[in-house]
């Protein structure tokens, strides 16, 4: 009961430190939303329809010895499965005792709902493990089902787990509406403004200084907040996953990470109320690749510098992969006053569909329109966009490139780029101000408003590398 204990105290810390860690702009509403080794490249073939996760290799208990020394069923520790009791202390029992195993299954059976209260499983554990999600998981139906004396901010949290598997065929359940009709939530006011009233809802899977972690073959659904969220994290392996939540639930990311590096992210399919993938700060050696992403917000590198923080990313690779009926397609979004650099970007082999900003770097994010202008900004440099083809929605040009007034994005490069109108026969002309790049090959339609070469000058003082 070691680990046990150690949940308390360290549920305790976690629920007082979330309420101080920033969130970096991630509240926003559906009008738009060092020096480290370097990545290996990894080409695959064209993009091609992510498979679906039902038909995806999904590690699967199939049987055996459920009462054997490695493989440990939560009903053998109490857990009912009816989707009713609370089967909480029956998962801490049995996470202890896998825990504490050289090397252990944790087994959610099939055929059973299990539906538990916000907790924290804990490590290290003694040997790699194996949480093996064959049934379906849920929390309490809405905030009024949530205990008072427990953080709304959260629901399941690994800590400081080194070596664990996360996977099945079976369904994680958000069960995320009653949530976003919250009379905060963006949606819910006049012409997307908010309205008074508690606002905390829960990151539905979060991962919090942890490292070698593989999660796969799951579906997950309508997450009050955000899906999947990686704090402080490494070496992360992300593939076959099916998460889905309605177009209008708010703050719905499907997968966010933050000060996380080494992370791969495969042939998952993801639509949302919110960024597909979204990549804080502190990330590097990220690499997305076939993801079909939409309906949502895209895929995002930010929002970053929110309260004028520093903010460092690099080396990511989005690759072969499919956007759909989004707000955006790839988005870089810096809020004014940040410090910091966004670079070594590559945006490869992408086909829009329907999407109303398919290229869009941001650098004026602010979620009120009345942020105040700055002088100093988040670097955005050395980002290639290539083979990227499909159709925009014509209420916003097919390619935005809105950069900092004081630092100019540089070594923006554009290559194989065409951009049709979905409706009509009008191609809108891109927008740039302050983009310093080059159209290595004729783009549809040109880009001819990025200024080739570099800036005069770039003060060094302003421009704070990471």
């Known amino acids: 009961m070691t680990n046990s204990l150690a949940s308390l105290a360290v549920f305790t810390f976690l629920a007082l430190s979330l309420l101080l860690l920033p969130t970096d702009g991630r509240t926003h509403s559906h009008q738009t939303k060092k020096k480290h080794l370097p990545a290996v490249s990894q080409i695959s073939a064209p993009p091609s ?47 202890d005792t896998a ?30 493990l194996v949480f093996q999600i064959d049934g379906t998981m849920m929390p309490p139906d809405g905030p009024d089902s949530w205990p008072q004396r427990i953080s709304k901010r959260q629901w399941l949290v690994f800590y400081r787990i080194n070596g664990m598997s996360m996977q099945g065929g079976g369904l994680i359940d958000g069960r995320g509406e009653k949530w976003w009709n919250l009379p905060c939530k963006p949606h819910k006011g006049i012409n997307g403004t908010t309205m008074p009233g508690p606002c905390d809802s829960p990151v539905a899977l979060r991962f919090f200084m942890s490292s070698n972690l593989t999660v796969q073959g799951l579906k997950i659904k309508n997450s009050p907040q955000f899906h999947f969220r990686f704090d402080g994290c490494r070496n992360v392996l992300i593939e076959s996953l099916s998460i889905k939540a309605p177009y209008q639930s708010p703050n719905t990311d499907g997968i966010h990470i933050e000060n996380t590096n080494n992370v791969g992210i495969y042939n998952s399919m993801i639509s949302n109320g919110d960024d597909c993938v979204s990549i804080g700060a502190g990330c590097y050696d990220v690499d997305i690749r076939n993801i079909t992403c939409g309906p949502s917000h895209g895929i995002s590198i930010g929002s ?11 080396k990511i690779t989005v690759t072969d992969s499919v956007i759909k009926h989004s707000d955006n397609g790839v988005r870089i979004k810096t809020w004014q006053g940040g410090s910091g650099s966004v670079s070594h970007v590559t945006f490869d082999n992408i086909h829009m569909d329907t999407v109303r900003n398919p290229i869009i770097i941001d650098q004026y994010y602010c979620l009120t329109k009345k942020c105040a202008n700055q002088t100093s900004a988040v670097y955005v440099a050395d980002i290639s966009y290539s083979n990227i083809k499909g159709t925009y929605d014509v209420r916003s040009p097919p390619m935005h490139f ?34 310093y790049g080059t159209m290595e090959t004729l783009t549809i339609p040109p880009a ?9 000058k770039i003060i060094q003082a302003d421009v704070d590398h990471c």
């Open 402 to 435: 809105g950069c900092s007034d004081a630092i100019p994005c540089t070594n923006l490069t554009l290559s194989e780029i065409e951009l049709l109108p979905a409706k009509g026969d009008y191609v809108l002309n891109p927008f740039c101000w302050n983009a």
């Open 448 to 456: 001819i408003c990025l200024v080739e070469g570099m800036p005069e």
């Open 304 to 314: 970053l510098g929110v309260h004028n923080s520093h903010a460092c990313v690099s």
């Open 99 to 128: 825990c504490g195993a050289e090397s252990a299954t944790l087994l959610v059976p099939r055929d059973h709902s299990f539906m538990i209260q916000s907790t924290i499983f804990t490590g290290p554990c003694k040997g790699n």
């Open 49 to 95: 329809l992510a498979p679906e996760p039902g038909n995806a290799a999904s590690p699967s208990y199939n049987g055996g010895d459920a009462d054997s020394n490695s493989t440990f069923d939560v009903r053998k520790f109490g857990a009912k499965g009816d989707g009713v009791t609370d089967d909480t202390d029956a998962f801490k029992m049995a996470w």
